[in-house]
C-alpha cells in the first residue's frame, strides 16, 4: 500500500506559492473570483509501514513550527476546489532519489519507491471554464504532468525488455521506406536507399539498433547535412557552408586558439597554465513543448559539453540568449499546438535558473528578444564557459583495450527521438507524438558527476570524455569511438527501470551522463573516485581497434556496423540556395514630433526594456568570480554590456563574455544582419574592456527549414561571418546550426520563425582593473559617440517599429573600419580616460544614453546639432558604436583621432536627461523613464 | 600554526571554490571534505578547529533547504559535531549552511534534532540575487569582533532565506544577543521592505549566533565579497583593501588559533 503524507504551511502563514499563482490568475487569465490560493505538498511513499510514514513526516517532512501535516487522510476539506497535479509516471521527479536517501539515513530501509506532487486549494466561486482555463495555462503541462485523481497502485515502474526487431528493410518499396521515417527515423529516401543498398549488400537485414543509430548518426542534428551539404547559390557552385566557416577561421591563425571544432567546445589559451573553453547550444524544440524542462535540460547539455572538453573542464559560468512573440500577444493568436509566450518565458526562466542555480554555475550573460513570428516556437539559446588546464585542453582519444565507463545518472525511456525529432517541423501533434521526448533535469546529479570527475581529471585517470547528450549512447559511443571501433555490454548499463529495449538502451537521451575512455588499469580508481562522490560508474564497453560499432545484449549481438559507413557513408547532398528579399515599403522616416513619450516608448519597448528581474532569478554571483556584474551602479539597475569573470580567484586576470543578435534585421537583410550580429557580439566586449585582439567567436544558426530562399540567406549570412573572420582576425572555435523553425498548422498555415544568427564572444583581460562599466561617473563630464554610422539607416529599429513604419535601408557595418573603431575604443579606455562605456544597440544612443544616468542616477544634456534629422540622430541602431563618458581632461580629438566621433553632451547633477534641439530644449525626468523601462518584465514576472 | 578548517561538502555543494578562497586568504589551512568521508570515518572533525558548511544546494534542496543533509549530519555524526561545538571550535554555517545548522537544531539553541526556528521560502515567492547592506550588532559571535555597529555589504542569492522563529524564540534571541546581522534600508534602520530586506526575515533577521557566539549562520554571502572586485560598484566607489567578508573569515580563522 502507498502512504500519503500531507504537508501545508501552518494557518496564518503566508504561502508565496499560493498568492502567486493567484495573483498569476488575475494577471494572465483575468480570474478575479479566487480570494485564497493554499498549497500542499504531497509524498507518496511504497513499501513501508503507516508507522514509518508517520516518522518520516516528524522528522523529514514537516517542521511543526510553521507546517502540519496528515498522514493518508486529506489536509484541507473546506476548499471549493481541489486538484492535485504530478509527475505523470515516468517522467523522473528528482525529489524522489532525495526522499529515498533521507529515509535509509533515518533507518527506515523497506522503502521501495517515492514520489512527490502538489495539491492547490482554491477558495471562491471557479466557473467549470475557468478550472479548465486554471488547469491547462498554469498548472498542467501535459507533457509531463498529470492531475492526480486517485491514490496510484504503485509508484514502481518495469516491463520486460521488448525484442529486438529485425527490419525487413531490403524488400521495401520506397513507399514503405518513406512510411518507417515519418515518425521514427526523419531520413530522406536517398539516404534511406543507402541503407538499404548497404544491407542488401551484407545479405542480412537490419535490427532495430541499427537502423536507429543511422538514423541518430544520419541525422540533421548530428550531422549538419545542410552545413556540410555541396551548395548551388544563384545557379553556381560554393563552397559548403561549415566548410566556408572553419576554413577562415583557420586562415585567421589565431595565437590563442588551442583547440577550434574538434571538441565539444572550442578552447583558448588564458594565463598562467590555464584555458578557457566556450560552447553555445540551442533547445527550441524541447522548449516550445515543455519549456521548464526544455530550457533545464538545454543548459544541462551544455554544461555537459565543456565538462566533456579536453580532459574535463569546471564550468564557470553560463549565458541565456531567448527569442518570443510579446507577451501581451493575444490567445487567440497563438498557433494550434503552441505555448503562450508568458508561460514559455516564465518557465523558460525558471528552467534555466534550476539548472544552473542548483548546479553552482552563475548565468550572468543573456538577452531577451521579442517579434510576434516566434510565436509559433521561441529560439531558446544557452551557452556555457569552462576552465581546465592547458595541458588538459585537447581533446582525447581512445586506444585500443581502453574502457568505456558511463558516468553520473541512469538511463531511461527519456527522450527518445530527441535527435530526430529537433530536425523535423514542429507541427501541431507535435505536442502529442513526441510527448517522450522531453525530461526534467536533474542538477544535483550533474554536480556531483563533475565533481567526481574533475579528480579523475586531476589523477590523470581520464583519457577521452564525451556527453551522452542528443542520440545517447549511440551517438557518445559512435563519435568516440569512430576512429578505433566500439562494443558495449548494453546488459550491463545500469537503468532507472526495467523493460528497457536494447535500441532504447543505445538510443536513451536520459540527462547528466557521462562517457569516459579510460585505460584499463584506471577504471578500478575512477570508479573509486565516483563513488565517493555518490556517483555510479559502470564499465559498459570497452574499444576494440576493429573500426566497427558493436553491441550485444546478453549473449545476443545487437547492433554491427561499419565505423566507416556509419560516418562517411551518408549521401552528401546537394542544395539550391537562391535569396530574394521580402518585398519591404520604404516610408520616409518619421520626424520625431514629441521627444518624451518617444523615448518613454523606446525605453518600454519589448526589446529595449530592463531584464533584470530575470537575472535577479539566476544566482549570476556563484564561484565568487564577478568582476563587471550584469547590472550595476548606484540602485544596481543600470545594465552592462558584458560579463567580466576572475575565474583564477585572487588573480587580476579576466575572462569576458559578451553577445549579440538580430533577428529582425536578419530577415530584411541576412548579410547586412549578421554582421550586426558579429559587431555587436564583440562591441559588447570592447565597452567593458577587452582588447579586440584577444576575443574569439562562437555562432548559432537557428533558421527555419532551408528551402531555396532561406539557405540563400543562410549563405549570405555565413558569407557575412567568412567576411568578418578576414577583416578583423577574429576566429569562430564553436558553432552550431538548428535548421527547423519552422511551423505547419493543421489548416496548412505555415509560419517562417525568423531566422536567428546569435554571435558569442569570449576572450581574455590581463587585468580586470583596467576594465569599464556602463553607469555615469560623475556631473560635468564629456559625452562622446565613437563610430561609423549613417543615420538614415533606420531599417529594424525600434524607433520605426514604434513609428508604424518600414524600410530597407539596414544599418550596415565595415568590419574593417569597425576595426580601428575597437582598437581606438579600447586604448582609451585602457588610459584610464573612459569612465564609462555603453555599447549602442536597441533604442540607439539615446537609449544608451538612458540606460548609462540610470545607473548613475546622473543626468544628462544631450545636444542634436543643427542641421542633423533628430530621429535618426539620437535612435539609429548600428552596432559598432559607442557612448563614451570621459575623463576629466581628457581630449576625444587626440582619443579618437582616427575614426568617426563626436560630442553628444555631458552629464550634469540632478535626475533629468535634457535634449536640446536647436532653439527647443525638451526635460525628461529619470523617473519617468525608468518607470517605462522596468514596466514591461514587472509585468511578466512581478514586482 | 594555520588553523585547520574543515569544509563540509555534499552533493550539490556549490560555493565550495570560493569559500575555500576566502578561507585561505583569511590565514586557515582549509580541505574540502565531503560527508561522506566523514560518515566512513576516513576524516575526523576533531581534526580540525573551524567547520564551515559552504553554500549551495544540497541534494537539489529536496522537501525544504538543506533539511537531507541536516538529517544526514543528525543520523550519523551527531555526536562528532557535539563534541566539535562542546570544545567551543567555532562553526561558520553560509547560506545553505545556515539552512542546514538551523535543521539540525544547533542554532539557534545548540539542541541537535530539535529544529526550533526556520529559513522559509522567500516573501517574494522567488529566487533572489542581489547585494544587500547589513547592520553588524553587539552579539557575542567571535565572527564578528571589532565590526559591532558597522554597515556592511554582501551579496544574497537564495529562494528560502525568510528566517521564522516563533515569538517566545524570537524573544529569546533579542535577550540573548543572538542576531548577529540584520537586513537595513539605505539610512541604516532595519527594514522589513523589499527589496533591502530581500526575503521579509521577521526583525529583519539575516544571520544568527549561539548563546556562546561560536556557531554563526547567515543568508548572505561573506566568501563573495572578499576583494575589492567583488564589489559590483568598485570602480565608481574607487574601493581597494578588502572586501567586508574578509572579516568574518579572519575573525573565525584567529578564533580557532586561540583555541
Partial sequence: ?943 | MKPRACLLRAEGTNCDVETFYALELAGADPRMVHVNELRARSQRLRDYQLLVIPGGFTYGDDVAAGKILAVELISFLREEISEFVAAGKPVLGICNGFQVLVRTGLLPFREAGRVRAALIPNRSGRFECRWVRLRVEETPCVFTRGLAGRVIEMPVAHAEGRFYAPPPVMEELETRRQVVFRYVDGAGAPTAEYPANPNGSEAAVAGICDAAGTILGLMPHPERYVRPVQHPNWRRLGISGEGHGLAVFRNAVAYAAGL
Avoid at chain 1, 285 to 309: C, H, L, N, Q
Avoid at chain 1, 406 to 419: E, I, S, Y
Avoid at chain 1, 527 to 535: D, Y
Fill in chain 1, 1 to 943: 500500500m502507498i502512504q500519503e503524507v500531507r504537508v501545508a504551511w501552518r494557518e496564518g502563514f503566508p504561502d508565496p506559492q499560493g498568492e502567486g499563482l493567484r495573483a498569476e490568475m488575475m494577471r494572465s487569465l483575468g480570474i478575479e473570483g479566487v480570494a485564497r490560493v493554499r498549497t500542499v505538498k504531497v509524498y507518496r511513499f511504497e513499501g513501508i509501514t503507516e508507522g514509518e510514514a508517520d516518522y518520516l513526516a516528524r522528522a523529514l517532512l514537516c517542521e511543526d513550527i510553521y507546517q502540519e501535516y496528515t498522514l493518508n487522510r486529506p489536509l484541507i476539506r473546506d476548499a471549493d476546489w481541489l486538484v492535485e497535479v504530478a509527475y505523470k509516471p515516468g517522467v523522473m521527479n528528482p525529489e524522489a532519489t532525495s526522499l529515498v536517501k533521507a529515509a535509509r539515513d533515518l533507518g527506515i530501509t523497506g522503502l521501495v519507491a517515492a514520489d512527490s506532487g502538489h495539491e492547490y486549494a482554491f477558495y471562491g466561486t471557479l466557473s467549470f471554464e475557468e478550472r479548465r482555463l486554471v488547469l491547462d495555462r498554469l498548472l498542467v503541462n501535459p507533457t509531463v504532468q498529470r492531475v492526480v485523481t486517485a491514490r496510484p497502485a504503485t509508484l514502481v515502474i518495469e516491463g520486460e525488455p521488448g525484442p529486438v526487431e529485425i527490419i525487413p528493410l531490403r524488400e521495401m518499396t520506397d513507399d514503405e521506406l518513406l512510411a518507417l521515417s515519418r515518425d521514427r527515423l526523419f531520413l530522406d529516401l536517398e539516404e534511406l536507399k543507402t541503407i538499404q543498398r548497404h544491407f542488401r549488400r551484407l545479405g542480412r537485414d537490419p535490427t532495430d539498433c541499427e537502423i536507429e543509430v543511422l538514423a541518430q548518426t544520419w541525422s540533421e542534428h548530428c550531422v549538419h547535412k545542410t552545413f556540410k551539404a555541396r551548395l548551388e547559390v544563384n545557379g553556381e557552385p560554393k563552397v559548403p557552408l561549415l566548410e566556408r566557416i572553419r576554413r577562415a577561421s583557420e586562415e585567421a591563425a589565431h595565437p590563442l586558439v588551442l583547440s577550434a571544432f574538434e571538441d565539444n567546445s572550442g578552447v583558448i589559451e588564458f594565463y598562467e597554465g590555464w584555458a578557457v573553453c566556450g560552447k553555445v547550444e540551442t533547445h527550441n524544440a524541447p522548449s516550445a513543448i515543455e519549456p521548464y524542462g526544455g530550457a533545464a535540460t538545454g543548459s544541462g547539455g551544455v554544461f555537459r559539453d565543456v565538462m566533456g572538453t579536453g580532459q574535463g573542464a569546471r564550468v564557470i559560468a553560463s549565458t541565456d540568449m531567448f527569442c518570443f512573440a510579446p507577451p501581451d500577444l493575444p490567445w487567440e493568436e497563438v498557433p494550434p499546438g503552441c505555448l503562450h509566450p508568458v508561460y514559455l518565458l516564465r518557465r523558460v526562466v525558471a528552467g534555466v535558473r534550476d539548472y544552473g542555480n542548483r548546479m553552482g554555475v552563475p548565468t550572468n550573460n543573456g538577452s531577451v528578444h521579442f517579434h510576434r513570428d516566434f510565436r509559433a516556437k521561441p529560439t531558446v539559446i544557452v551557452g556555457a564557459y569552462g576552465l581546465l588546464p592547458a595541458k588538459k585542453a585537447i581533446r582525447g582519444r581512445p586506444k585500443p583495450k581502453d574502457l568505456a565507463v558511463v558516468v553520473g545518472g541512469r538511463t531511461g525511456r527519456d527522450g527518445l527521438h530527441g535527435a530526430t525529432f529537433s530536425s523535423a517541423h514542429m507541427t501541431a501533434s507535435t505536442i502529442e507524438v513526441h510527448a517522450q521526448a522531453v525530461q526534467i533535469g536533474h542538477p544535483i546529479e550533474e554536480k556531483r558527476t563533475s565533481d567526481a570527475l574533475l579528480a579523475a581529471r586531476d589523477e590523470g585517470l581520464v583519457r577521452a570524455i564525451t556527453d551522452c547528450g542528443a542520440g545517447g549512447f549511440s551517438s557518445a559511443a559512435g563519435e568516440m569511438g569512430a576512429e578505433v571501433g566500439v562494443h558495449l555490454y548494453l546488459d550491463r548499463v545500469p537503468l532507472k527501470y526495467t523493460g528497457l529495449a536494447p535500441w532504447e538502451i543505445l538510443l536513451s537521451e536520459s540527462q547528466e551522463r557521462m562517457l569516459v575512455a579510460v585505460a584499463p588499469e584506471n577504471a578500478a580508481r575512477l570508479v573509486e573516485i565516483c563513488r565517493a562522490h555518490n556517483v555510479e560508474a559502470t564499465v559498459i564497453g570497452e574499444f576494440t581497434g576493429n573500426k566497427r560499432f558493436t553491441a550485444s545484449y546478453g549473449s545476443r549481438k545487437v547492433l554491427d556496423l561499419d565505423m566507416g559507413f556509419l560516418h562517411q557513408g551518408r549521401p552528401r547532398r546537394t542544395c539550391k540556395a537562391c535569396w530574394e528579399p521580402e518585398e519591404v515599403p520604404e516610408d520616409p522616416i518619421p520626424p520625431l514630433e514629441d521627444l518624451p513619450s518617444v523615448l518613454r516608448a523606446v525605453m518600454g519597448h519589448w526589446n529595449v526594456c530592463s531584464k533584470e528581474p530575470i537575472v535577479r532569478m539566476y544566482d549570476h554571483g556563484v564561484q565568487g568570480a564577478l568582476a563587471l556584474p550584469p547590472f550595476g551602479g548606484v540602485t544596481h539597475a543600470g545594465p552592462n554590456d558584458a560579463v567580466v569573470l576572475t575565474p583564477l580567484l585572487g588573480r587580476p586576470y579576466g575572462l569576458v563574455i559578451a553577445h549579440g543578435l538580430n533577428p529582425i534585421l536578419m530577415r530584411l537583410d541576412p548579410y547586412a544582419g549578421a554582421l550586426w550580429a558579429c559587431a555587436e557580439a564583440v562591441s559588447n566586449a570592447v565597452a567593458a574592456g577587452a582588447d579586440p585582439a584577444e576575443l574569439v567567436l562562437i555562432d548559432n544558426f537557428i533558421w527555419p527549414v532551408p528551402d531555396e530562399r532561406y539557405l540563400g540567406a543562410l549563405d549570405l549570412a555565413v558569407d557575412a561571418c567568412v567576411d568578418f573572420v578576414r577583416a578583423t582576425g577574429m576566429p569562430f572555435v564553436s558553432g552550431k546550426d538548428s535548421l527547423s523553425s519552422t511551423y505547419l498548422g493543421p489548416d496548412g498555415t505555415r509560419i517562417d520563425i525568423p531566422p536567428v544568427l546569435c554571435i558569442s564572444a569570449f576572450g581574455r583581460i590581463p587585468d580586470v582593473a583596467r576594465t569599464v562599466s556602463a553607469d555615469l561617473k560623475g556631473p560635468g563630464h564629456l559625452l562622446v559617440l565613437v563610430g561609423w554610422r549613417r543615420p538614415p539607416e533606420m531599417a529594424g529599429s525600434v524607433y520605426l517599429e514604434l513609428h508604424g513604419a518600414s524600410s530597407r535601408q539596414v544599418p550596415r557595418v565595415d568590419p574593417l573600419r569597425l576595426v580601428e573603431v575597437w582598437r581606438a575604443v579600447h586604448r582609451a579606455i585602457r588610459a584610464g580616460a573612459v569612465l564609462a562605456a555603453h555599447d549602442v544597440s536597441h533604442g540607439g544612443p539615446a537609449a544608451a544614453v538612458a540606460e548609462m544616468c540610470l545607473g548613475g542616477a546622473l543626468g544628462a544634456e544631450v545636444v542634436v546639432p543643427d542641421g542633423e534629422d533628430a530621429g535618426p540622430y539620437l535612435f539609429n541602431e548600428t552596432a559598432g558604436n559607442f557612448v563614451l563618458e570621459l575623463a576629466p581632461g581628457a581630449d576625444p580629438a587626440a582619443l579618437f583621432g582616427g575614426v568617426p566621433w563626436r560630442v553628444l553632451g555631458h552629464t550634469v547633477d540632478g535626475p533629468v536627461l535634457t535634449f536640446r534641439l536647436g532653439e527647443r530644449r525638451e526635460r525628461v525626468p529619470l523617473a519617468d523613464l525608468e518607470a517605462a523601462w522596468r514596466r514591461p518584465m514587472r509585468e511578466v514576472f512581478g514586482p
